[in-house]
Each structure stands twice: as C-alpha cells, then as structure tokens.
C-alpha cells in the first residue's frame, strides 16, 4: 500500500544510496497517479491534446527506419522528452513522495533537467545500452544531480527492466561510444570498458520508485513480452549547480522548482 505521507529517506536508505549508487523505494507513488499520467502520455501521442513548450514525441528507430510496422502508433514511440510544459506530467515532477526523497540526497531548491516517459513497446528491440547519464549533463558537481525513475506497469527482466553495475558511481566518468548493434535508438551511447557481468536487474512494481546517482552505469534490454513497459523520470539537479563547460548548441530544458515546491498541506 502506498503511503500517505511523504517522508526523506530514511537512514538506512541514504547509506544504501551512498554505497550502490541507486536505491528502490517500493509503492510510493498511487495507482490512479500512475493511470493518469499514462493515459497523458497516450493522448499526447494518439495527438489527441497538443503537445507544449519543447516536448518531443520519438519513435523507434526501427519504425522510422521501416523495419518495423507497429501494430498501433503506441507501438512506434520509444519516448516522450522534455514534459516541463504538460501541466499533468509535470505532476510527477513535483509530487511530494517524490521530491521528499530527492531534497534528502540533493537539497530543496531544485531543477528538473530532464524529464521523459519511457516506452517500450513489445516487437522492436528498444535496448538501452550500459551508459551513465552524466554523459548527458554538463552541471556540477555529480553529487548534487540524482535521477527518479518510476514504473507505471510491472518491469521485469522479461520486459527490459533496468540493470545497474553497484558501486559504479564511485568511479569517474567513462568514455561513451556508439555500441555496435543492428537498432540504436538516437542519443543512445554504449559506456565503454564495462563489466556486463556485474549487472543486477532491478524488477519493479508499478509506483516503486528507483533513485540513482548519475555515474551509476545503468541500461535496460529488449521488452520479449507481448505487452508494453512504460515508466516516467525525472533528473533533478541541486540550485547550486554550475555549469563548468561551455553552454552547449541546444541548451538542456529545466524548470527551476523552489524549497516551498511539492510540499504537503
């Protein structure tokens, strides 16, 4: 049963975040919660509300290439990006169990910089290979970036759940290169030099609710069953941040989110 009252993590949770890089936290978020922000995500694909501010729709990249002819449009999409602008996804980002745990990691005053819905479509290979997401962001220092990542329908092992390498927070950023597969979907890069065997697959259940470092070395493999796998996330960064590097062509979307953001009545 989800709980009523957002809590930070607990102790014992911070230490396991400190130590694997990532932590799962079991049914935080409501089931009519979850309903609602997938059927959002349909509509929006199904084109039945328009989409806003900088949100992309991508298909799979075996759809756009043709090798794929998806049963439904459901079928041909692999992602929604940048929900910042959708006022009814924007919800998980400043859901109160959500942002209590991340304010315990990171601090109150808070980015989103970067937000998704991840679909995975039964009939396309769909994998996500071994990466940190720290290739992605270009803020500083890691310690105050953390990424939530919340199952809408049951993840399994049969269905591309995420794996995680334990501990690989810990290391540096490794160097990131295109993995040699047939299908790869766009922006997807392959961390090179990693130890496949080290992987543990994180199964979830519906509103359970994943917390991972960006260095954590993560990805997820092919969805074999005849369902879908969808799951919505957020990356949070901390109002401390700054940006070493110079500002890149296509700047990332973030929506500053204050102390007073997300907290209960």
């Not at 924007?90 to 980015?111: K, M």
């Not at 819905?117 to 039964?122: H, M, Q």
């Not at 047939?182 to 890069?189: A, Q, R």
Request: glycine share 8%; net charge negative.
């Amino acid at each position: 049963m989800t709980s009523s009252k957002p809590a930070p993590l607990s102790r014992d949770e911070r230490n396991a975040y400190a130590q694997d890089g990532f932590v799962l936290l079991r049914e935080r978020i409501p089931t009519e919660r979850l309903a609602r922000w997938s059927a959002r995500f349909e509509a929006l694909v199904l084109d039945r509300v328009p989409t806003s501010g900088k949100m992309v729709v991508m298909k799979d990249v075996e759809v756009v290439r043709g090798g794929v002819q998806p049963a439904s449009p459901l079928h041909a999409i692999n992602k929604l990006l940048s929900f910042e602008e959708d006022p009814i996804l924007w919800e998980y980002a400043v859901d109160p169990h959500v942002l209590a745990a991340v304010r315990s990691i990171v601090g109150d005053a808070l980015y989103s910089i970067s937000s998704n819905v991840f679909n995975k479509p039964p009939g396309v290979d769909g994998r996500h290979p071994l990466h940190q997401d720290l290739r992605y962001f270009a803020l500083r220092p890691p310690e105050k970036i953390i990424a939530t990542w919340t199952a809408i329908d049951r993840c399994t092992r049969e269905n591309g759940c995420l794996a995680v390498v334990p501990g690989s927070h810990r290391g540096e950023l490794g160097w990131h290169g295109a993995p040699d597969w047939e299908h790869v979907n766009s922006g997807f890069f392959a961390l090179e030099e990693i130890d496949v065997d080290a992987r543990v697959h994180v199964e979830m259940e519906p509103g359970d609710v994943l917390l991972f470092h960006p260095l954590l070395v993560h990805g997820s493999g092919r969805n074999r069953s005849d369902g879908f796998r969808r799951a919505i996330s957020t990356h949070y960064a901390s109002a401390e941040c700054e940006r070493p590097e110079q500002p890149r062509k296509r700047p990332p979307v973030m929506r500053f989110i204050d102390a007073g953001e997300g907290r209960s009545a």
